[in-house]
C-alpha cells in the first residue's frame, strides 16, 4: 500500500498539469473564435496603382 501512497502525490500533479493545459487551450480556442471574422466581413483587396506612376 506504500507504493500507492508514493504515486498519488505525483499522479495528482500530473493530473492537475493536465487539467490546466487542457483550460489554456480552451481559453486560447475561445479567444480565437472570438477575433474571428466571418469571410462575409472581409473585404477584397484593391490594388495599389501607384506604383504604375513612379515607373513612367
Do not use: F, I, Y
Not at 30 to 42: K, L
Amino acid at each position: 500500500m506504500s507504493s500507492q501512497d508514493d504515486n498519488a502525490p505525483e499522479n495528482t500533479g500530473k493530473q492537475s498539469e493536465a487539467a490546466e493545459r487542457e483550460a489554456a487551450k480552451q481559453r486560447l480556442l475561445a479567444q480565437a473564435e472570438a477575433e474571428r471574422v466571418p469571410v462575409e466581413d472581409t473585404t477584397r483587396a484593391v490594388p495599389d496603382r501607384r506604383w504604375r506612376r513612379d515607373q513612367r
